[in-house]
């Protein structure tokens, strides 16, 4: 225990047991009438006795347990209280003689087991509940490695997939169309330079994020043609605090599930809004929606992984939810809290 923890429990031992020596006082004087001074000195005698007792025998044996430190400090209040009492009780003729204080022993002995252990066991609660922080304390740091460990498995498990993907759209254009896969390769360029840089940071900001999505969207539009438009509205700061590629699986499974299994193609619409204190992201396509085979019903094990991501980073408060849309399609909604992220 630290010097200035240990001085402060001392001056708190002294101080409640002079509250409580003093109540002793004023009961003790309905008993035997007399000056209250006398009564609270006699009192302190015993409490102080008790309370000294103990931190010497504490600090001279350390070993102890505390039963033995428990008799031995009563064992001193009694006899240096008793002492204490006699000196100044010892000038009535009623106690003269040292045994004819009976009664104030019995009734300090009393009193000094009572405080005794109302103040140990009020300071083995205090003890237990520090154990108890403590132990909740090292329960939240181990549970914050093992949440970092998790989220840095699933954000491995997330960028080969983004990547490989690109690549072998990248591929698919090079045989019949080199100017469009040129141009894509610069787009992938542009892509790869930014998500390289943003999956190796904890937190990126709501204007990266966006800027990968629109260069992915960027490379579908040039591989898809007309089967693809998008579109994305920003009402938020850009410098919003953000989880590096979490909007990309998402828009990524509206692509692949929603756009690329449908003959016409369709648009892909991301709205970023705020509502109350939430973050509101909504990736809607006009695919074919639940209905294909293709179709994962939003159980995806890139959505799983962004679903575990979002709780792990977020809280119980956010969530991703994945429905079929009233016009077609899908409708996926993200709820975050904002203020979660530290930037």
């Known amino acids: 225990m630290e010097p200035s923890t240990y001085s402060r429990n001392v001056l708190k031992s002294f101080a409640y047991t002079t509250i409580f020596c003093a109540v002793i006082a004023f009961v003790t004087q309905s008993i035997w009438p007399s000056a209250y001074l006398e009564h609270l000195t006699i009192s302190l005698g015993y409490g102080y006795s008790s309370v000294v007792t103990s931190l010497i025998v504490s600090s001279l044996w350390p070993r102890l347990s505390n039963n033995i430190i428990t008799v031995l400090s009563i064992t001193g209040a009694m006899l240096f209280g008793t002492l204490n009492a006699y000196w100044w009780l010892s000038r009535y003729d009623k106690f003269a003689e040292i045994s004819e204080l009976k009664p104030i022993v019995v009734l300090g002995f009393i009193f000094s087991t009572t405080c005794f252990f109302y103040f140990y066991s009020h300071e083995q609660k205090l003890m237990a509940q520090k154990e108890l922080e403590k132990a909740k304390r090292i329960q939240s740091e181990q549970e914050k490695a093992l949440v970092l460990s998790q989220l840095s498995q699933l954000q491995s498990q997330i960028e080969p997939h983004f990547l490989f993907n690109t690549l072998a759209n990248v591929s698919a254009l090079?045989?019949?169309?080199?100017?469009?896969?040129?141009?894509?390769?610069?787009?992938?360029?542009?892509?790869?330079?930014?998500?390289?840089?943003?999956?190796?940071?904890?937190?990126?900001?709501?204007?990266?994020?966006?800027?990968?999505?629109?260069?992915?969207?960027?490379?579908?539009?040039?591989?898809?043609?007309?089967?693809?438009?998008?579109?994305?509205?920003?009402?938020?700061s850009e410098d919003v605090p953000f989880a590096p590629l979490l909007l990309q699986p998402i828009v990524e499974n509206a692509i692949q599930h929603g756009i690329e299994p449908k003959v016409d193609g369709g648009e892909v619409s991301i709205c970023i809004s705020q509502q109350d204190a939430n973050m509101m992201i909504e990736v809607t396509d006009s695919g074919v929606g639940f209905s294909s085979a293709s179709s994962s019903n939003g159980n995806g094990i890139g959505l799983e992984n962004t679903r575990a991501r979002i709780k792990a980073l977020y809280g119980d408060t956010a969530n991703l939810t994945i429905k079929q849309s009233s016009t077609g399609g899908v409708l996926a909604v993200i709820q975050l809290p904002l203020g979660t992220l530290d930037s």
Request: glycine share 4%; charged share 25%; no cysteine.
């Open 174 to 236: 090079i045989s019949h169309d080199p100017k469009a896969a040129q141009h894509m390769l610069e787009k992938l360029t542009e892509l790869l330079r930014g998500t390289l840089q943003n999956s190796r940071q904890a937190v990126s900001s709501l204007k990266a994020e966006l800027e990968l999505v629109d260069a992915y969207l960027a490379i579908q539009k040039i591989r898809l043609g007309d089967r693809l438009s998008y579109e994305i509205t920003n009402m938020m």
